[in-house]
C-alpha cells in the first residue's frame, strides 16, 4: 500500500438531486454580543436558527423532500442521517426520514463525526451504488447545533438540513464524484461527552493541530493522487465554521477568493455542522455548469477531513429546473430575531 | 304513550366547589330533586357526565350515586356525549317515561371541572373532537370556536360588539340568578375589551369553567295528580351532524339543531313563534348565534345581530339564556343540559323571581356537544 | 399517546387521506364509507401540499402537553384538491395572517413529551403570504 491512497470513487454512481433547508430565522451575532459581551464587537454574521417545533428529523425531512422532488428517483435503497444533535440518544432518526418519504426497504442509520457526518454519509452511498448494493440513496448532513449559552460557539452553532440523492449515473445526472481523500487523526479539538447538552472546545486548539491540519492532508492528498491543481476548480467548498478559516484554507492552498465565494454561506447561516459543507456545495451547484470541477472539503472534529473532486454533468440544468428552492431563495426569507426569541426558539428557557 | 311531567327539580350553585366531590354534588342535586316526593323512588337513574374519568378519576357513575342515595337495585347508568351530556340523559329519561318502560326517572347531570387546571380541563373537553385529527395538532375546544368566530364574522359582516350581545344578555340576567357562577352584569364594552384567548374570541366570549349538579325527577302523569302548573315535556329530540367542522361543506350550519329542533317542534306541535323562553348552548358567542339561526329564531347571519337589537333580552321576543346561561350561570359540561331545563321549568312554574318571563308557556332548551355534533332539542310547556 | 400515534403516522407525516374508488371524492381525516356515494371501496391517496386558509385562530391558552408552544396558530385550510384539513400555521408573522393565504405543508414536531418521552412529529402548514 502506498502512503495515503486516495479512494476509487465508482465512476457510475452521480448526484440525481439535492435540496436543502434553512430554518427561516436569523439570530445577528451582535445579539449575542450585546447579552453577553455587554456590546462589543462581533463578527459580523447571521446564523440559522430553527423554529420551535423544528429538530433535526423535520428539517432531514424537509430537504429530503425537495431532494427527492428534484431527482425524481422512486425508490431508496438507503438513507443514512449524518448529524451530532439527535433528538433521540437511541432511536435512529434515519427510520422517521424514512417513514415521511414512504421509503421503506431501505439501509437505514445515523451516523455521528462532529461536522463531517453529512459528507461521510454521501461517500457511503456512493460505495452502496458503486458495489452494485444499491441503485439510489439518500445522504443527509443536517444539525441543529447549540453552543452553551454565553460561549463562542453561541455566536456560530446554527441550524441547517442539505440531502443528496445519489443514483446510477445517466443522462440527467447533476455531478459526479471523480474522487475521494480521507484524512483522521485522534485531535480532540472539541466533544461533547454524552448525555450533556452543550459541547466542550479547546478555543485555539481548534484552528492549526484541528481545522488546518485536517483539510490541508485531505486536501493535498486527493491532489497528489490525481494530479489536481488549484487552477483546475472552477469552486471550492471549505467547511466553514466562521468567516475566516475557510478563506484561510483556501489561501494556503493557492485557491483564491473567487472560487470559494459561491460557496461560502457563514456569513448568512452560521456553522449547521453536518450540514455546513453540503449547503455550500448546494449554493456552487445551484449556478455551475456543465464539466466545472468542485473542490468540497468538510471538517469534522475529533477529527477528520473528507476531500471531493466534483465534476458537473449535463443533467445540472434540467434538474435544476425542477428545484423548489435555491440555497439563495432561502437565505432571501431569513427573518432577524433577538435573543430573547432564540432563547424561547431554542429551549433555553426552562419553564 | 305517557305524558312526562317534571316533577320536581335539584341543583347546586354553579362555581368553584373546592369542599365537595364530584358524588357530593350529584348526591347534593339528587335529594334536592327528590325531597318533594318522598314517596317516589325513581325506577330508573340515568347521569349525564362527559368527563369524570379525567376531573376525577371516577367512572361507574349510575352505580355510585344509586349507592349513596340507598337506592340500591334501581337500574343506573351514565349517558355521555361531550357538551351535550345533560341533554341527552335528559332525552333517554324521557324516552323511559315516555315509552311507560317506567313511571318515574331520576336524571342528574354533573361535572367537576374546577379540581382540574386549566390546561387539563382544556384537553379534556377536547376530547368532544376528534382526538386523531383534532386534539393531536393541539386544536383545543376553544381553537375550533375562535376558527368558527373568524369565518362567522367575515362571513356575515359581523361586528366586535354585535357578537358581544349574547355574553352581556348572558351576564344580565345571571346578575339575579341565585346559583349562577357569575352574579355580576357586564357590558358589551366589557366583553369587547376583555383579553384575546383565541381570537376573535376573547376571555369573556367564554363560558367559564366550573363544578355543579343539576338533577330532574320526571314521572308519567298520575304522580302528579291535580297540580294546577304541572311543566310537561312536549318533545325531546336528538341529531347528529358529521363530526368535525372541518368535515363539513359548510362549517357555518348547525346542523345537528337544526334538524333537532325542526323534530322537536314539530312533534310538540309548536312553532318558533310560540315560544315564550329559550335556552341556547351559548358555551361561545358564536356558538349561541348560530344556535339560534339553526332553530329558526333568527335568519342566517342575523343571530348576533339580533342579540345586540334586544331580541334575546330578557324582556325581548324571544327571552334566552334568562339565569346566565352557559356563560353566566356557567357551564358544568355534562350538568349543563339539565340546568337549562330546570331553569325552564322555573320559567314555566312562575318561580323566576326577578328573572321571570312574564306569563311565558312553552319552553325550549337546546344543548350541544361538540361543535354542534350533537345537539339535544327539548320542548316544555306548562299546563 | 404511543401507540395511537404509531398507527396513524402515515396519516401525520404525508397527510395520507383516501379516495372513493366509485366518485373520487377525497377525504381526510380518511373516511370509512364515501360521504357523497356510501362506497365503501376507498384507497389511501396522499392529499395536495398546497392550500389556502378558509379560517384561522391565535390560541393563547394552550392544552395540556403543548405548554411552551402558545402561542399556536390553528387553520383550517382548504387544499388544492378541495379537502379541508385542520392544522397548525407555522413560521408566519401573525399580523400577515389573512383569511385566503396560501399555505405549504411542512413537516413539524407536534408535541413533545419532555425530555425523557417520544416526540411527535407531523404535518403543520407554512403561509406563503
Known sequence: MGSNPAMKTPKDAAIAGYGVYIPRYRLPSEEVARIWRGGEEAPLIKKAVAALDEDITTMAVEAARRALKMAEVKELGAIFVGTETKPYAVKPTSTIVAQALAQHKVLASDLEFACKAGTEALQLILALIGSGMIESGLAIGVDTAQGRPGDDLEFTAASAAAAYILSKRDGDSIAVVEGASSYVSDTTDFWRRAGQ???????????????????????????????????????????????????????????????????????????PYAANSLLGLAAVLDEAHVNDLILLCSFGS?????????????????????????????????????YATYAKLRGKIVG | MARVII???????????????????????????????????????????????????????????ASALNLTGTPAFKVEAACASGGVAFNVAYSKVRSGEVSSALVVGVEKMRDLDVSEASLALSMAESAEYTQFMGASFLSLN????????????????????????????????????????????????????????????????GDGAAALLLTSEEFNGDDESMVEVLSSKISTDIFSIYERDDMLRFNATKDAASKAFSEAGISVEDVDVLEVHDAFSVSAALSVEAMGFSKEGEGAKDAARGLYALKGRYPALTFGGLKGRGHPVGATGLYQIAELWLQLKGRGNVNQVEGCRIGVAQNIGGVDTTSVVSVLARR | MAISYWRRRDRYYRLLGNRCTQCNSEYYPPAYLCRRCGSESLVDVEMPTTGQILTYTILREVMSGFEGQQPIVIGIVQLDNGVKVLGQIVDTPLDALKIGCRVRLVFRKIRDESNVGQIYYGYKFTALC
Open chain 1, 302 to 338: 475529533g477529527a477528520g477531513s473528507d476531500a471531493l473532486s466534483i465534476r458537473v454533468l449535463d443533467g445540472v440544468e434540467v434538474k435544476r429546473r425542477k428545484a423548489q428552492n435555491k440555497v439563495m431563495d432561502m437565505l432571501k426569507a431569513a427573518v432577524d430575531i433577538d
Open chain 1, 197 to 271: 447538552p452543550y459541547p466542550r472546545h479547546l478555543s485555539r486548539f481548534t484552528g492549526e493541530p484541528a481545522y488546518f491540519h485536517h483539510i490541508q492532508s485531505a486536501v493535498k492528498n486527493l491532489f497528489a493522487e490525481f494530479g489536481y491543481k488549484p487552477s483546475d476548480f472552477k469552486y471550492a467548498v471549505f467547511h466553514q465554521p466562521n468567516p475566516r478559516f475557510p478563506v484561510e484554507v483556501a489561501l494556503r492552498l493557492g485557491f483564491n477568493l473567487e472560487q470559494i465565494k459561491p460557496g461560502l454561506l457563514n456569513p448568512y447561516v452560521g456553522n
Open chain 2, 7 to 65: 316533577s320536581s327539580v335539584g341543583y347546586t350553585r354553579v362555581g368553584d366547589h373546592w369542599d365537595k366531590s364530584i358524588l357530593d354534588l350529584a348526591v347534593e342535586a339528587a335529594r334536592k330533586a327528590l325531597k318533594p316526593y318522598p314517596n317516589i323512588r325513581p325506577e330508573v337513574i340515568i347521569v349525564g357526565n362527559m368527563f369524570s374519568s379525567q376531573s376525577s378519576k371516577q367512572e361507574h357513575l349510575g352505580a355510585l350515586l
Open chain 2, 146 to 209: 375562535g376558527m368558527l368566530a373568524r369565518l362567522y364574522m367575515e362571513t356575515y359582516n359581523v361586528s366586535r360588539s354585535e357578537l358581544s350581545a349574547f355574553p352581556a344578555i348572558a351576564h344580565t340576567n345571571a346578575a339575579t340568578a341565585e346559583h349562577a357562577q357569575f352574579r355580576k352584569a357586564i357590558s358589551v364594552e366589557d366583553v369587547s375589551r376583555s383579553p384575546l384567548v383565541s381570537d376573535p374570541l376573547r376571555l369573556l366570549d367564554c363560558a367559564p369553567l
